[in-house]
């Protein structure tokens, strides 16, 4: 396996590298980033098997980063100081969650379930197709509609309802929380720049900035980017 650390404290990246070294020597080490800017490019150069990287570090976090990811190929490996962020890691579905100091029972302890993860990876039939299983349910006044995650581009939410815009013009309109929605949707890479806007990372187009700031969609729609998500907004994706 090829693997890539990611660490803010070089006594930390060194004492990683030092233990996959002598623990796990089928593993090559394609680069060592001390920030996740960095290690950003190097994942998409090196299209690393696994990434070992710290959850907390200056300027973009590593859940952030795993975030610019939304169908990653690679494993993920969060090493940390702190367990109060494991839930984040679950939530990025990590193959393991390292307190430091690591020792070398957990390192191998992960090592061989990113080994498993890879494995059962590569005995996927080859007609698999991941998005033929990211459906999603509605229910809709007479029943439940199946839709496919990749077709939906934004949703609107207007006091107790919320409006689903797909590709190809159609839309539907369901009596949901958006609160839920948005839990729903979040695993597949969509994002709330306003209370009362999702959108689909995968159909955005352009985004302003200055006072008005808003995106444009793939379809010419647009939403607006509120004051309080705009900072969070250019950090995460102006990076």
Not at 197 to 223: E, P, R
Request: net charge neutral; with cysteine; charged share 30%.
């Amino acid at each position: 396996m090829k693997a890539i650390v990611i660490d803010d404290e070089k006594h930390f990246r060194d004492m990683l590298v030092e233990l996959l070294r002598e623990a796990a020597p089928q593993i090559e080490i394609l680069d060592i980033c001390p920030n996740a800017e960095k290690a950003f490019l190097s994942i998409k150069n090196n299209k690393p098997d696994v990434v070992f990287i710290d959850v907390e570090m200056p300027g973009m976090s590593g859940v952030e980063l795993i975030d610019k990811f939304p169908n990653r190929e690679f494993e993920v490996v969060f090493t940390t100081s702190h367990d109060k962020y494991a839930l984040k890691a679950l939530k990025q579905e990590a193959a393991e969650y390292l307190i430091k100091p690591i020792n070398i029972i957990d390192l191998l302890s992960a090592i061989e379930k990113v080994e498993k993860k890879k494995k059962r990876s590569v005995q996927k039939p080859t007609h698999y197709n991941e998005k033929e299983a990211q459906l999603i349910a509605l229910h809709t006044g007479d029943g439940i509609a199946f839709y496919d995650v990749a077709t939906i581009i934004r949703c609107e939410s207007e006091t107790n309802y919320t409006t689903f815009y797909f590709t190809g013009g159609d839309k539907i309109v369901i009596t949901k929380q958006f609160k839920d929605v948005e839990q729903m949707l979040q695993p597949y890479g969509f994002y709330r720049p306003h209370k009362s806007h999702i959108i689909n990372l995968a159909h955005i187009k352009k985004a302003y900035k200055g006072d008005g700031a808003y995106i444009v969609m793939k379809d010419g729609s647009t939403v607006p980017i509120s004051r309080q998500k705009k900072e969070e907004f250019w950090t995460r994706f102006g990076n």
